[in-house]
C-alpha cells in the first residue's frame, strides 16, 4: 500500500467559513486490480486528513492504460442520480462494481466531494467507455462523464494509441454543483481538454467555476501541451482547471514486460488559478497536490476582463447541438 508525499500550497480562500482545499491524488497503477483498490482507499484517506473536501483521482486507476486491458477491469457502473445506501443486510448495491464502491464509501465517510479520476465501463450491450464519476457527500452520484473525444493519435517518432479499438465515445457535457464552497464544476477526461469548444460550452451553460481533467498524458504529449493546455483553458473560462495524473512507472527491462504493453504517464497533477498560473503542482511520482482555492479570484478575473458579456454574437456563436 503506497504512502503519498504531499505537495501542499495555501491559496488563502475568501471566506474563513468555507472550505475550499483540494487534493489532486497521483498515484501508481498496476496490473492488479486489489492493489490499485488498495492504493486509492490509501490516498483518499490521506486526502481527508489532509482536510480536502473535493478529491480528484486519476485517469484508469484501476487498470492498466491499454486498450486490450480495458474490457478485463471494466465494471458496471450506476447511473445519474444514483444514491448508495447499504446496511450490510441485503444485497449490495454496488457489488458489480468494487471500485466504485471506494469512492462511494470515501465520499460518506469522508464528508467529501469526489471525482473519481476514471474506470473502464461496461454497458449492458457490451460498450465499453471512459467513465469518471462524481459523487457527492452524501453518496450520490452527481456527474457522469464518458469521455467524448477518445485518444487516437499517431504522432511519428512519439506516440501510437487507438481508444477506439476498445472504447465507445460518450455523447454528453458534464457539470454538477458543489455547493457554496465551489459552486459549478465542469468535467472531461484527459483528451477532452484539447478541445476548447468543450470547455467553453460547459462555462456558457453552467457558469463553472472548475473545470477537471483526470488526465493521463504521455511522455510526448507531457511535456509539450499538458501544462500549456490546462493554463489555456484556465484563462479561456476564466475559472481554476484541476488535473489528476497517475504517478509514472518506468518502463520495464527487456523480457519483463507484463501482460499489457507498458504506458508511463507524465505526471504533474496540477491546478490553475483564473490568471493562468500554476497554484499547485508535482513533480513524477506519487504525491497529494493539496491547494486551498481563492474562489472569490473567478468572480475577479470574469469581472476585471468581461469577455463573456464581450462576445460577438453577431459574428460567431458556441452552440451546444
Known sequence: MSTAAST????????????????????????????????????????????ASLVVLPEIWNSPYATTAFGEYAESLPAMGFQYKYDGKDDDPLSACPSAKILFEAAVNYKMHIIGGSIPEIDTNGNIYNTCLCISPEGKVVGKHRKVHLFDIDVPGGITFRES??????????????????????????????????????????????????????????????ELLQKARAVDNQCFVLTASPARTEEPNDGEEGKYKHYTAWGHSTVINPWGEVVGTCGAEEDIVVVDLAMGDVARMREGIPTFSQKRDDMYKLTES
Open 165 to 226: 479499438d476498445t472504447l465507445s465515445p460518450g455523447n454528453t457535457m458534464t457539470a454538477f454543483d458543489a455547493g457554496e464552497s465551489f459552486g459549478s464544476v465542469g468535467v472531461g477526461i484527459c483528451y477532452d481538454i484539447r478541445f476548447p469548444e468543450y470547455a467553453m460550452l460547459l462555462t456558457k451553460k453552467h457558469m463553472c467555476n472548475l473545470l477537471v481533467y483526470p488526465g493521463a498524458f504521455n511522455m510526448t504529449t507531457g511535456p509539450a501541451h499538458w
Open 8 to 51: 501542499e500550497t495555501n491559496v488563502n480562500a475568501d471566506d474563513g467559513s468555507s472550505n475550499t482545499r483540494v487534493a489532486l491524488l497521483q498515484f501508481k497503477v498496476t496490473e492488479d486490480k486489489a492493489t490499485n483498490q488498495a492504493t486509492a482507499r490509501s490516498f483518499l484517506r490521506q486526502a481527508h486528513e489532509k482536510g
